[in-house]
């Protein structure tokens, strides 16, 4: 089992800190403790002590992240690209349509429901070599006009409550 293991966190994310915070910080502590490595069981599991919003929103910085070090090849290649489906219902819920499509299309070159499973995922990116480049431009446009970090945490501050977190936040590989 591969997973990033550290103690137990303490957290208290609060209406103060998610007004003066980045979405990233925001759901931070969800790195530690939902594991992308373990496949989609685990997944699941480690989720469900997570508000939706939590979730779509970790789904959304994950793939925003992985997307800006390395296109949608480095994000479907990667652990992380467990998150797509997350990612994408994110995006939708939170009014970030241009986003949406964009993932939709690069949903669709990898046959229109790529595996969760990371080995299977990898598995259709070099059978079926989608070339990702023109979304990639895509993406990065639309993050060099608009920061995504800055309309998610608007999303988020319009709707705090959905996003607190407080108490002891257990890594992953001992939830």
Do not use: K
């Not at 998150?83 to 994408?88: M, P, Q």
């Not at 229109?112 to 023109?134: C, H, K, M, N, Q």
């Amino acid at each position: 089992m591969l997973t990033m293991s550290r103690p137990s966190l303490r957290t208290d994310i609060d209406a103060a800190f998610i007004a003066t915070r980045s979405p990233w910080e925001v759901v931070e502590p969800m790195w530690w403790s939902v594991s992308v490595f373990d496949g989609p069981q685990q997944y699941e599991r480690d989720l469900q002590r997570f508000s939706r919003e939590q979730r779509l929103m970790f789904a959304c910085m994950c793939y925003v992240g992985e997307v800006n070090t390395g296109g949608h090849e480095q994000f479907y290649a990667n652990n992380v690209g467990i998150v797509w489906r997350d990612a994408l219902a994110g995006f939708q819920a939170f009014g970030e349509t241009e986003v949406a499509r964009i993932l939709e299309a690069s949903v669709e070159r990898l046959g229109g429901a790529p595996s969760l499973d990371r080995s299977e995922r990898f598995a259709y990116l070099l059978r079926l070599r989608p070339d990702f480049r023109d979304l990639d431009e895509r993406f990065y446009r639309l993050e060099s006009s608009r920061p995504l970090q800055d309309s998610l945490a608007r999303t988020m501050r319009r709707n705090p409550t959905a996003f607190l977190m407080s108490g002891l936040i257990p890594d992953a590989a001992q939830a």
